[in-house]
């Protein structure tokens, strides 16, 4: 079965500072991974996505991800902290086209000005 | 883009009634639908998967007979909250897969529902 473990509910940075948001994968076939952002009261939009070509993918906002196969990872990073990155962050899997998502649990990002 | 559109964003509705949301696909057609619920501060619950033209298949422990789920077009689906009780307050969201696209899901903006 699938699932995403996200490490820490709320992670708390600088402004300026480097954001790491964990996710760990677990899945028995190649997986598809993504990271949703969620704004409060809002839906999700994809921040970026990992469907098995580059490993390091790049996505809105200035956020990328590293798909690491012998840690079963794809944490989310970015360089600068912005206080518009504040939100819930969601890293998600599914194992083929045609199956729904299977989310972690969250993360919530504060930004500290 | 691809679009996702719900409505309506926030409802409010008495005990006993019933409520329908809809979620429509703006700018693709949908094939498939999903259908959320995510309480406060968690994470999203898939509720059922929604296929144009026939039945949802819904997930393990979501009553089907409660939460009426409808797709009648490739770009409309329905999610219908019968006989609303105030555990079922919570936020809704929508998401489809575009029909010759990729795996990649675009979500609604979620519908927010209260019952009182």
């Known amino acids: 079965a699938q699932s995403v473990t996200q490490l820490g509910s709320h992670v708390s940075v600088s402004e300026g500072a480097l954001v790491l948001l964990r996710c760990n994968y677990s899945s028995s076939v190649p997986p598809y991974l993504f990271w949703y952002v969620q704004y409060p009261n809002q839906g999700l939009q994809l921040l970026l996505k990992y469907t098995s070509a580059a490993t390091l993918v790049k996505g809105i906002n200035g956020f990328e991800a590293e798909f690491k196969k012998s840690e079963t990872s794809f944490h989310l990073t970015k360089p600068s902290a912005h206080m518009s990155d504040a939100a819930e962050y969601f890293c998600a899997v599914s194992y083929s086209g045609n199956t729904p998502l299977v989310f972690g649990k969250g993360t919530r990002l504060s930004v500290i000005a | 883009g691809a679009v996702v559109s719900q409505h309506p964003s926030w409802v409010i509705c008495k005990s006993g009634t019933s409520v329908k949301i809809e979620c429509r696909s703006l700018d693709f057609q949908a094939t498939t639908m999903f259908w959320y619920r995510q309480f406060p501060k968690q994470s999203l619950m898939l509720m059922a998967t929604s296929n144009e033209g026939s039945k949802a298949t819904y997930e393990q422990g979501v009553e089907k007979d409660k939460f009426l789920i409808n797709h009648a077009s490739l770009t409309l689906s329905t999610l219908t909250v019968t006989s609303a009780h105030p555990e079922d307050s919570s936020f809704y969201i929508c998401?489809?897969?575009?029909?010759?696209?990729?795996?990649?899901?675009?979500f609604g903006a979620g519908s927010r529902l209260t019952v009182l």
């Open positions: 998401s489809a897969r575009p029909l010759a696209g990729a795996n990649v899901l675009t």
